[in-house]
């Protein structure tokens, strides 16, 4: 956090200078472990098993806050009989399709609960989780029923012993229970512990269950909506977490609604199906407000209950159409054209090479950014022209450069990762040529309806009859707070007709409000834009919630109904937060109730009774079908009702606990320009000995685009280097300064050598694991003022089945002394190592590896 | 009382004496010190030099870096409460524990500065607010400056003619611009973790004292601060620092001298010598003429 996030750290560092113990656990010794209490090195893609044997010890030493686990957890719920955990299937739970590769999860659901769960997962699934009727769950709140989640959970992490932990993970026994103690003690009713992640977490194959992981534990320990708990996911930039609230994914409108798919049943209600059952608990009931309010907003009068609000004017999807899928598609010439706004793939994305060859398929490519990135001059000085794999004269990719305002030159809203937005103000106008990406999408949406404008096909209709009406300055910037203003929505209709809407419970599914993102509705309240709201802290309460806004409705922590007990009383006075008052009859704290305000903690729904009015008056977790915290995830997640210890899909480690190597859902790609390293024991493996990871440096940013242009942050870090142990650098005949050639199945590149003590080796399972480390920011360009070979070039594509994300923090390779060779020669040396270790395109890809 | 070196350069009523206490057990590396300060001094790069110091690819104070965050990877058996970890799974001969310090360098801006008092120009001046600045348009580029600092700070910049201030001495100026205005120098300001802290130079020695104080009782024993003292080679400095570790550790000179010190004896041997020299040609003389 230190590394990627120094500013956002000084927190941290003002929470130790009050005390608060810092632990880092990372494979590469940072700037964080460098202030940290504790630094525990582990091994790359080794998380799981570390985080399983937390719970195994939280579980075994009665360290589980249990009143708010039976409370506020679904710990009681029964699992359906038809469940088989991993433990009992060599790796797999119940439900496995070896020919598709996926899991049918009806056998996962909780018994009582026979419907079929909805299909698709992750972000398919928008926010909110699966839907369920939660009206037959059968409940045990003694715990003991064999089948109740906790009974299901002691049973599945019953092997991640300190044992397992130091085998897999590489970290000693008396360390590990040095964190367990310490996150153990520092939980319960006086005290809380939070997780910091990022993309550390995230960049595998089983991302999405590290999550669920320290989830898990967050839950067990009562450290969700209460002060000072949380998972709190780091992002990679401003407005990461903006970007998926209105999204830039594929498979997601705004506010987490799901995009609509392709095939039979398409109707409008089909959809909203897929989004809530009417007899969900919790505010997703209402989803036909937010969809027919986003519709409204997108087409205005246009859009009416005649024809479904316009709903079949949204495209379909027919897959996955995520940016590794895309990539794929372009090299087989399905892709016609890309815009790359602020993106780098040709350094920034996993498999370089495959990113660049993809490009040079397209007819065009708009890069709209701030230097010419190496995405934008690929085809004349990428690696590959270098090798001979691409001729500038044989490309006929058009590329376009459009030079985009940075953005102190233009003004708008940020959201953080606290959901937090904040309002920046221009302060210089862009210089030359550059226009911000709100006057760029502007103009080519008027561009578009203008060329369109006579068209009488029905295809063009959605753009004839997009609402595109912002104010321009005498600039001719399209006004952000026109647009943050549309977001927010408004009444059409009534009293109040043209008025900003309020809170999203004012959301109609009548075509009486329109609105662009249900869960930003409030930022723009009474007409005032609250994300620009700048009240000192030290002029209001510690929770400051006039400073800027946070989604939904100004919340700061969310589900915080679980910082009051069952009862409404605070766990204890030190982590006081939200509490009943009788008297007035409603929640009250320093923050925005994260619930039904005048909803009392002894409400129970009538039977049958749904959405908000369905959710108890101890059921926090107010967006989940249930209400309640999901140890285990009945559904939702296409990999397992639980996190499993898998070993990355290329490790040169076997797999300690199960036959089952890897993910068994994890997405494979067989093509021959997307080899695997074999990985464990199998032939082969001992070709790439070595783990080695990726990260960020404080000097630069992502793949460079806003660092090595900069002379002041260049010269910082201005070479592509690797960490090594001195250790390892024995082994291999590494110098320290001299240069390093690491290389896998899919390319081989060369680094400065870093040799330090801040890289430990592993000793596990008897043996010594090295780990290679490699900062991604460098990419091979001539435009750039330093420049440097790629680590992302190593990769292949491998990714999580719940969000496509690639496995790119944790990978195999090998490295030795000395630069790599140049031109076609390179080439030669990639494929003398595949051929060494006997890799074919099934190498590594077999999803299924434990024996009937 | 304090002897305050803006008084005794002969200024009037001159405001409190201004300097930075860097408390390096802070300090994340994080170099926003060397580019805020690059960023408003309108310094130049420095070179695309790959160091492997660590992280440090600076290398040192300069002309053309006024401030140098040092990393310092170190094999040493630390106190309680530092940030340390063993080899896991090392035996009898594996690791010792081991720690990375960072410490943000800058000019001293000493009570006795000999950068100053050699400087033949006047270009090198004590302002209102104690600290030594340079005036580029007066210096001359002569040099002298350069070895009569103790810590190896003032340097002239070399460089392509069109490198502005090229041949000129330059050193940190505590942005003697943005102090005159009631800023908090750049590199203050874009510290987030406070370990570089502005203000009033009585002010921060108690606060940096009562942070040792802090420290210590956390068991941080080796918690030291340097140049905070008016009783050290250079009169106290107007920039000093919390250390984890000795000087040396850090690339600090363990005991500062002001390199004109010893002048003022210096020129009265001379005199003595040069007055028996004049004594014995007159001898010579008279002997002659005898």
Known sequence: MAECHPVGFQWVMEAKARGAKVIHIDPRFTRTSAVADSYVPIRAGSDIAFLGGIVKYILDNDKYFKDYVVAYTNASFLVGEGFVDSEDLGGLFSGYDEEKGSYDMSSWAYDGVDEEPAGGAGHHLGSGGPSLDPSNIKRDETLQHPRTVFQVLKRHYARYTPEMVEEICGVPPELFHEVCEAVTANSGRERTTCWVYSVGWTHHSVGVQYIRGSAIIQLLLGNMGRPGGGILALRGHASIQGSTDIPTLFNILPGYLPMPKAGDPDTFDDYLDTIRTPEQKGFWAEAESYVVSLLKAWWGDAATKGNDWCFDYLPRITGDHGTYQTAIDMNDDKVEGYFLLGQNPAVGSAHGKLQRLGMSHLKWLVVRDLNMIESATFWKDGPEIATGELKTEEIGTEVFFLPAAAHTEKSGSFTQTQRMLQWHHKAVDPPGDCTSELEFFFLLGKKLKERLADSVLERDLPLQRLTWDYSVDEKGEPSAADVLREINGRHLSGDKSGQPLSAYTEMKPDGSTAGGCWIYTGVYADDVNQAARRKPGQEQDWVATEWGWAWPANRRQLYNRASADPDGKPWSERKAYLSWDADQGKWVGPDVPDFVVDKPPSYRPPKGAAGADGLAGDDPFIMQADGKGWLYAPSGLLDGPMPVHYEPHESPVRNALHPQQASPTREVYKRQDNLSNPSGDDPGSDVFPYVFTTYRLTEHHTAGGMSRWLPYLSELQPEFFCEVSPEHARERGLEHLGWATIITARSAIEARVLVTERVVPLTMGGRTIHQVGLPYHWGVGADAVVSGDSANDLFGLTLDPNVHIQESKAASCDIQPGRRPTGPALLRLVEEYRSRAGITVETGNTLKTVKP | ?290
Request: aromatic content about 8%; charged content about 25%.
């Open chain 2, 1 to 290: 009382m304090t002897y305050d070196p803006a008084t005794a350069s002969g200024w009037v009523d001159a405001p409190a004496r201004k300097g930075f206490f860097t408390d390096t057990s802070v300090c994340i590396g994080c170099k926003a010190c060397e580019v805020a300060c690059k960023e408003w001094n309108a310094v130049p790069d420095d070179g695309m030099s790959f160091l492997g110091s660590s992280y440090d690819n600076t290398g040192a104070l300069g002309a053309s870096t006024w401030r140098h965050v040092a990393f310092i990877e170190q094999k040493k058996p630390v106190d309680l409460g530092m940030p340390s970890t063993a080899r896991p799974g090392a035996d009898g001969d594996g690791r010792a524990d081991f720690r990375w310090l960072m410490e943000s360098d800058v000019c001293k801006h000493c009570t006795h500065a000999a950068c100053l008092d050699v400087c033949p120009t006047g270009s090198l001046f004590r302002t209102e607010f104690g600290t030594v600045v340079v005036q580029d348009e007066i210096c001359n580029g002569c040099g002298y400056c350069v070895p009569a600092c103790p810590f190896g700070v003032i340097d002239r910049r070399i460089g392509e003619k069109d490198t502005p201030k090229v041949g000129v001495a330059q050193k940190c100026t505590l942005c003697y611009d943005r102090i005159g205005e009631g800023l908090e120098p750049a590199c203050a300001k874009a510290c987030p973790t406070k370990s570089i802290q502005f203000g009033d130079l009585d002010e921060l020695r108690e606060r940096a004292q009562s942070r040792v104080d802090v420290l210590h009782a956390a068991g941080v024993h080796d918690a030291k601060l340097y140049g905070e003292s008016e009783g050290d080679g250079v009169g106290g400095m107007g920039a000093f620092f919390l250390l984890l570790d000795e000087p040396e550790v850090y690339g600090l000179p363990p005991d500062p001298v002001v390199t004109t010190k010893d002048l003022p004896a210096m020129w009265k041997k001379a005199g003595l010598a040069a007055l028996t020299l004049l004594a014995g040609a007159v001898a010579a003389f008279a002997g002659s003429g005898s």
